[in-house]
Each structure stands twice: as C-alpha cells, then as structure tokens.
C-alpha cells in the first residue's frame, strides 16, 4: 500500500495532466493559465504579477509576451518613458479564462460525485491538517 504523500503525489500527476489537457484544448500552457487567473485577480504590473507568481521578471515578461501574442493579454504605459506597463485580459482572454473555470470546476465536480459532504469536508480538514504540520516540520 503507498504511504499518504505517495498517494497524494499520485493523485496531483493525474490532477495535472488533466489540467494540461484542458489547457491544451484552449491553446494555453499551465503557466498562462495561471497568468490569465493572476491578471483577472487585479494583478496588473510585472512588478505585482512577479510578486504574486513568484516569477522572475524574464519569465514573466516571457509568458506575458506570448499571451499578448495569442491575444489574450493586452498591455498600455502608465509611466512617462513607455516603461511601465498595465496587463489586462483582453475580451478573448477573459472568455479563455472562462472556459477553463468552467472546465476545470467540471472536473472537479466529477471527480468528487461520488463522494459525500461529510467526506469531502473530512478531506479538507485532513489536508489542512497535512500542510499545517508540513510547513511546521521543515527539513533543516
């Protein structure tokens, strides 16, 4: 039988190919998904989006690149030399974004169908409980 972070880790590689897949279908990376999410949250300047993503801002003005490439991000200068910009979804952007909730929050309703409230409140309670002691019991 696998321990628990081994079933947990298991889980999350088919929970994430899924969610490839998905964006895939809507010609996005993980990465741009998560962008698209981060922008449709308020995150509006590379200095916030890197700050909130946890990105370096070479990576980030990457993905920010291809997406306004794809059309799905637009950009305008808020400062005096054009060097500061603000993101925000386009109108095809937000509908990408859209479908991907949609889909996703899909998913999830499926995979936890057979499942009942108490277990899936059980579930969370435990998976806090998990991270809480994780986070306490670092590896020096």
């Known amino acids: 039988m696998k321990t628990i972070l081994n079933a947990l880790q298991d889980a999350n ?78 109108e095809n952007g937000t509908t990408v974004l859209a479908t991907l909730t949609d889909q996703a929050q899909a998913y999830s309703k499926q995979i936890f169908s057979v499942w009942s409230e108490d277990e899936q409140q059980m579930m969370k309670i435990l998976l806090n409980r998990l991270e809480n002691s994780l986070a306490k019991n670092e590896i020096a």
């Open 13 to 90: 590689k088919t929970y994430q190919a899924e969610l490839l897949q998905l964006a895939k279908t809507n010609q996005v990376t993980l990465a741009e998904w998560h962008l698209l999410d981060a922008l449709a949250q308020g995150w509006d300047t590379q200095d916030k989006l890197a700050q909130a993503m946890k990105l370096d801002h070479s990576t980030l003005s990457r993905q920010l690149k291809a997406l306004g490439n794809k059309g799905l991000v637009e950009s305008e200068a808020i400062s005096r030399d054009n060097r500061q910009l603000k993101y925000t979804l386009s």
